[in-house]
């Protein structure tokens, strides 16, 4: 695995954490896998609702959290530390802002195009700007459309496939259609993406995303011409994941057959852990809402069948009665729980084993 650059950040082993919401992904994690080289990221996605004031003060809390969780990140680690800030939420501009503010080195913003990401820095901002897309065209989009209104193209491209955990960025029938999997994905974007790269001069790397698990799958993906991975399920059974022991366990548990594709209130297919929770839900069961702030855009409070940042929350807690475990197509395959080192020193075997098999 080779080092590579996000701007003048360089990456010493190419893995980037996926930032997992509600509270799954917090300093805790980012910090661990930050100090093994890779990119350690805290999902800004409901970080504010474990403050006592969230519900009457929902703008503050959250910014008041991300600050926090990245000071708190940053006294642990002196690595590179990233936010995912979703487009998709409705306080995206204050998380972003205080981002910028707070100097985390990465913003990986998707569930949405973010276009008008680059508006919001300043001119001593150091913070690099990284989309997450799931397909060529987005990817072009955004280099066009920040190059010609902001001239600022992206300090790298996240292309998800539709084998990652949570909220994914296709429609159900796409799903299983290998027109729109992750190995088809990624040649698609890097060839957008030296577009701009030759016609600009520049580095624009391409980091692959959705159902990556082990060094097989990394090198296997690389080979296609990603320049770094980006990983969630794996990390989550780890000691220093911000998640609950009973959140861990659950995906300890599983079996491949648990992993199901719900209908998320947010109007978007999502992949979880099958419980009580979802069967109920399947079975038209519904938890009344009352909602005084509106997380989401696309979230209608009138019509959801139950809030799904409560239900991430809980799960979290550990709590799965009144929730569920978002989380990518091989959380089955976890058996146990071990550190961050020990994920990354067998990470990098079974990548050097995946070399040694060609030869």
């Known amino acids: 695995m080779k080092a590579f ?3 003048d950040l360089q990456i010493n082993v190419p893995i980037i954490q996926g930032g997992m919401g509600i509270g799954i992904s917090l300093s805790g994690l980012a910090a661990a896998v930050a100090n093994q080289g890779g990119v350690g990221v805290i999902s800004a996605v409901g970080i504010g609702m474990f403050e006592k004031d969230f519900a009457r003060n929902f703008i503050h809390a959250n910014i008041r959290a991300l600050k926090r969780e990245i000071n708190l990140a940053r006294e642990k680690t002196n690595g590179v530390i990233g936010v995912n800030i979703m487009v998709a939420l409705t306080n995206f501009s204050d998380l972003v802002k205080t981002a910028i503010s707070e100097k985390a ?116 993906i ?11 399920t794996r990390f989550v059974t ?19 057959s648990d992993m199901e594709i719900i209908q998320s209130p947010v109007g978007m297919p999502g992949r979880a852990i099958r419980n009580d929770f979802i069967e109920k839900i399947n079975r038209g069961e519904k938890r009344p809402v009352k909602c005084p702030y509106k997380c989401l855009k696309t979230c209608d409070v ?18 799965f009665f009144n929730g569920y475990a978002f989380a990518g197509s091989n959380a089955w395959r976890t058996s146990k729980i071990i550190s961050v080192k020990e994920t990354f020193d067998a990470l990098k075997q079974e990548f050097k084993e995946a070399v040694a098999s060609r030869f």
Request: glycine share 8%; charged share 20%; hydrophobic share 40%.
């Open 105 to 220: 080195d990465i913003i990986f913003s998707g569930a949405g195009l973010p276009l008008n990401l680059p508006s919001f820095l300043t001119n001593d901002s150091k913070t690099k700007l990284v989309p997450i897309v799931s397909s060529g065209r987005a990817a072009a989009l955004i280099c066009k459309k920040w190059k010609e209104v902001y001239n600022y193209l992206p300090d790298a491209i996240v292309v998800e496939g539709p084998k990652a955990g949570g909220h994914l960025g296709f429609k159900r029938e796409q799903l299983d259609n290998p027109e729109f999997a992750l190995e088809k994905l990624v040649p698609e974007v890097v060839s957008e993406v030296k577009n701009f790269e030759e016609k600009y001069q520049t580095s624009i790397p391409v980091i692959a995303a959705g159902g990556i698990y082990s060094g097989s799958d990394i090198k296997k």
């Open 238 to 256: 780890t000691h220093e994941c911000d998640a609950s022991i009973e959140f861990k366990q659950t995906y300890i548990n599983s079996t491949e």
């Open 302 to 319: 009138e019509k959801t069948p139950y809030c799904i940042f409560a239900a991430l929350m809980s799960a979290m807690k550990g709590n």
């Open 222 to 232: 690389m080979d296609l011409g990603a320049t770094g991975v980006q990983l969630g």
């Open 5 to 7: 650059n996000i701007g």
